[in-house]
Structures are given as structure tokens and as C-alpha cells.
């Protein structure tokens, strides 16, 4: 059975930092690309964050700078340290893993989420 889960959420000051950990089971983690992404009610899940299995990362305009995403494939977890919070980055942060080669079907796995909310 798959599981992603979140957790280090939670309530910071406009300035502050969280650490976001995703710990996963279940599927061949270091073969997997991750992701972060967060989602403020009545709008779309927006692309925060993402690390390839060969560690490249990558990452959205509005956090570039003051996110930092990594990967350990021995303990199965990303995490997503997240510096200089700001009001509008308060949303659910959800790890999503996903994985497709040349042959294979698309498996993409999603965590349950974690609240951020950042007060000014």
C-alpha cells in the first residue's frame, strides 16, 4: 500500500520558516520525481516545488530564493524548507510522487496535506 504523509505544518509569522517532510512507503522511492505543490480554497493546486530522482530541482517564481527542496533516498522523504514565509503562502502544501517511463503507465501518488498558514 502507497502512503504519502505531510507533516511540520502549521501556524508561523510573516518572516519565519517552516520544515515540511514528506515521508512515503510503498513504492521504490528513489525512482520517483517529487513534488510539492500548495492549494488555497476556490483556487487551483499551484506547482510550488520539485526534485527529480536524479536531484535536480526545480521551483515556482513566487518562492525562488527562499524555498528549498531535498531528498533522501534512504529514509524515503523530501522535505521542503521553507524561509521568509509570507501571508500569501498560507495554503495546504500537498507531496505528490510520480513516476512514468517510455513504457510503463503513469504512477502518481498524492499526500493528504498540510496546512501552512502565515500570519502578517
Known amino acids: 500500500q502507497v502512503q504519502l504523509v505531510e507533516s511540520g505544518g502549521g501556524l508561523v509569522q510573516s518572516g519565519g520558516s517552516l520544515r515540511l517532510s514528506c515521508t512515503t512507503s510503498?513504492?521504490?522511492?528513489?525512482?520517483?520525481?517529487i513534488y510539492w505543490y500548495r492549494q488555497v480554497p476556490g483556487e487551483q493546486r499551484e506547482l510550488v516545488a520539485a526534485?527529480?530522482?536524479?536531484?535536480?530541482?526545480n521551483y515556482a517564481d513566487s518562492v525562488k530564493g527562499r524555498f528549498i527542496i531535498s531528498r533522501d533516498n534512504a529514509k524515503n522523504t523530501v522535505d521542503l524548507q521553507m524561509n521568509s514565509l509570507k501571508p500569501e503562502d498560507t495554503a495546504v502544501y500537498y507531496c505528490?510522487?510520480?513516476?512514468?517511463?517510455?513504457?510503463?503507465?503513469?504512477?502518481?501518488?498524492w499526500g493528504q496535506g498540510t496546512q501552512v498558514t502565515v500570519s502578517s
Open positions: 526534485i527529480t530522482s536524479g536531484g535536480f530541482t
Open positions: 505528490n510522487a510520480y513516476y512514468k517511463n517510455l513504457t510503463s503507465r503513469p504512477y502518481d501518488y
Open positions: 510503498g513504492i521504490i522511492f528513489s525512482i520517483y520525481d
